[in-house]
């Protein structure tokens, strides 16, 4: 499959669990992301987030260009980190809790294919049941949303509207 087509989309993927403070970053920002597309016209990017990475997943991932797997993170530096992924089987996974890189390696077995991935971990606080996400990990998401909108305009050669000063 060729992952360099720009036919094929962008896909933002978030992963977290809403209910439990923090671990909810990751599918915020897809929501952020997903409302910030829809209102400023761009296209090219599909959007998706769960509690959690499935088997199923590798589909979505062989049909994209390039992925960003969004999740916050207890560990790593604060606001965010963003690294390039690769491909990585793992000995032993469970099909309900899988790596973005088992994912990953799951698309090119099963698809042949391997569009370029990174991860984009949120720096959260903490993770209690049915309490609103921290005010320092809503500063990291909205860095983290900074960020990413950029770096979307970047790939897909949209021209910014505002300054942010990220590159």
């Known amino acids: 499959m060729d992952v360099e087509s720009p036919s094929l989309p962008i896909l933002i ?14 599918p915020a920002l897809v929501a952020e992301l997903e409302a910030w597309a829809r209102a400023e016209g761009v296209s090219g990017v599909v959007f998706d987030s769960n509690y959690q990475l499935n088997v ?8 994209s260009r390039s992925v960003v797997f969004v999740d916050a993170s207890k560990e790593g530096k604060a606001p965010f980190e963003f ?4 491909p990585r089987k793992e000995a032993e996974f ?3 809790a899988m790596s973005p890189e088992t994912v990953l390696a799951l698309a090119d077995e099963l698809y042949g294919a391997r569009p370029p991935a990174w991860l984009l971990a949120i720096r959260g606080e903490s993770w209690e049941p049915n309490e609103p996400p921290t005010a320092a990990a809503l500063a990291h998401l909205a860095a983290a949303r900074e960020f990413l909108q950029v770096w979307l305009r970047n790939q897909l050669g949209v021209a910014l509207h505002s300054q942010s000063g990220i590159n």
């Open 13 to 26: 993927y978030g992963c977290g669990n809403p209910g439990r403070q923090d671990d909810g970053l990751g």
């Open 56 to 63: 199923e997943d590798a589909l979505a991932v062989a049909e």
């Open 83 to 86: 690294r390039p992924l690769a």
């Open 94 to 96: 469970s099909s309900h």
